[in-house]
């Protein structure tokens, strides 16, 4: 989840909410991926997830990290929230799962390597406490009430929020985990373009990384629940909106749809101002029923900005939305499988081609099948695996022709971090497959067993 943004006055004129959108805008050579992942931590022994304080804990995790590597805490009410450092931040979701925003990075030998740093640090602290951390989609075990709220203005809003609106804000809340990337456009028509491939293929993305089969000690009939869940929390702000797909489409668009999305919130002075069900429109013209006769900074709107959670959505950049929480070698495949399509114009036009022809329907009934499914997932002909095949080639030729290498020369491109994708075409086993596979077979039927043999 993000932190409160900064910077920037009041908003004058209409245009200035474009704007922030269009500033994004940058020449190819200063693209840079930003990769998010977030993982549950859990008491060794008992199994449960980490309360917020105690000697094990969440707390106690960040609190270790700052001091042995040298993150700055971030804190609200003097309370330990988060970390950053060198443009990376650690931060809490609202259950307690433990989330790295990366900093943004050249290469996928990079993002990978800081993810490798991230995770051993974790696993130094942890182990030394009892903890461990698991990348899993969705909480295979845990109930509701086993799972703390952390101690954030923002999650206590949008948790009132989420007990009113659809009927699964709160697990998403606590109990799932996704891996995503953020990538950079060159202009409005480069976003038009991305943020196109980027929603008709995100079931694609769900179906290869499809990793929580298992929901409050049960098979849950889906290969991706994390899926499943966002498809029923808060129809106006989620979904594959089908009006970014209509002509004209562009920043101003983007702009008006985030307008007609209900606020949450606004900071001021470090505080959360409950502004729940509001309108950012009254706000513009201060008549705001949170703050009479105050209109909003531009700190304001890309708070709200960060509020809206559809498959894949924009700021400043792209964000990628559509995967589960995974193992290890996973997380450097999200960002290789994105940045393959959207950083080579080939790659990218080829990906266009692929799926420009399909309705709203059609996108639409994939992202369910891909929940349900998975790879073996099938919608008016088109065969989900042959599309992860085809898609994961052109990421992979995407790849080749931007020829990053790594190792100081000795890897000549990116393309092996996809390795972990093509060995699930090649079998036809996402994560969520091989889960239920051990559940069914040496487990017998012991869940706990995912525990101790998936955690990092």
């Not at 499943?228 to 129809?235: F, G, N, Q, S």
């Not at 013209?285 to 959670?309: I, M, R, Y």
């Not at 088109?382 to 085809?390: D, F, K, V, Y």
């Not at 092996?416 to 090649?426: P, Q, R, V």
Request: glycine share 10%; charged share 25%; with cysteine.
């Amino acid at each position: 989840m993000s932190i409160p943004q900064s910077g920037g006055g009041p908003i004058e004129h209409h245009h200035q909410l474009a704007e922030t959108l269009s500033k994004g805008c940058k020449p190819k050579d200063q693209w840079r991926i930003g990769t998010e992942h977030e993982k549950f931590g859990y008491c060794k022994d008992t199994l449960l997830p980490l309360p917020y304080d105690g000697d094990r804990s969440i707390r106690a995790v960040l609190e270790a990290l700052r001091d042995r590597y040298d993150w700055a805490p971030v804190l609200e009410d003097n309370k330990i929230i988060g970390l950053s450092k060198g443009g990376a931040n650690v931060s809490l979701e609202p259950g307690g799962a433990l989330e790295l925003s990366g900093a943004p990075l050249e290469t996928i030998h990079q993002t990978c390597d800081e993810v490798n740093t991230h995770l051993q640090e974790v696993k130094s602290v942890s182990d030394e406490i009892g903890v461990k951390f698991i990348g899993l989609g969705a909480a295979p075990i845990w109930t509701h009430d086993q799972m703390p709220l952390m101690p954030k203005g923002r999650y206590k809003l949008m948790n009132d929020y989420m007990e009113k609106v659809g009927s699964m804000g709160t697990a998403m809340m606590r109990r799932t985990c996704t891996v995503q990337v953020n990538l950079d456009f060159g202009s409005e028509a480069d976003m038009v373009q991305k943020l196109r491939v980027s929603l008709a293929l995100q079931p694609v993305a769900a179906a290869l990384f499809a990793n929580s089969p298992f929901f409050e000690g049960q098979v849950n009939g889906h290969k991706s629940w994390r899926s499943r869940i966002w498809r029923d929390l808060d129809a106006d702000r989620t979904g594959m909106l089908p009006f970014v797909f209509d002509e004209g489409f562009g920043f101003e668009s983007w702009v008006q749809w985030v307008l007609d999305v209900p606020m949450y919130f606004v900071y001021r002075d470090g505080k959360y101002i409950d502004a729940l069900g509001m309108s950012f429109r009254d706000f513009l013209k201060g008549e705001l029923p949170a703050l009479p006769g105050e209109k909003p900074l531009l700190s304001d709107w890309a708070d709200h900005l960060t509020t809206v959670f559809p498959e894949a959505r924009i700021k400043q950049f792209i964000e990628m939305r559509g995967a589960d929480g995974g193992p290890w070698r996973r997380l450097c495949a999200l960002p290789a499988f994105w940045v393959g399509l959207m950083y080579d114009q080939t790659a990218l036009d080829a990906a266009w081609d692929l799926c420009k022809h399909w309705s709203a329907e059609q996108r639409d009934a994939l992202r369910v099948a891909a929940s349900v499914d998975g790879l073996q997932a099938k919608v008016d002909g088109i065969n989900m695996h042959e599309l992860a095949r085809e898609v994961v080639a052109i990421s992979e030729q995407g790849l080749k022709n931007r020829a990053m290498a790594g190792a100081g020369g000795l890897v000549p491109d990116e393309t092996h971090f996809l390795n972990a994708l093509k060995e699930s075409i090649d079998s036809g086993m996402t994560p969520a497959d091989e889960l239920l596979a051990r559940y069914h077979g040496e487990w017998n039927g012991d869940l706990s067993r995912i525990y101790g043999e998936f955690s990092y």
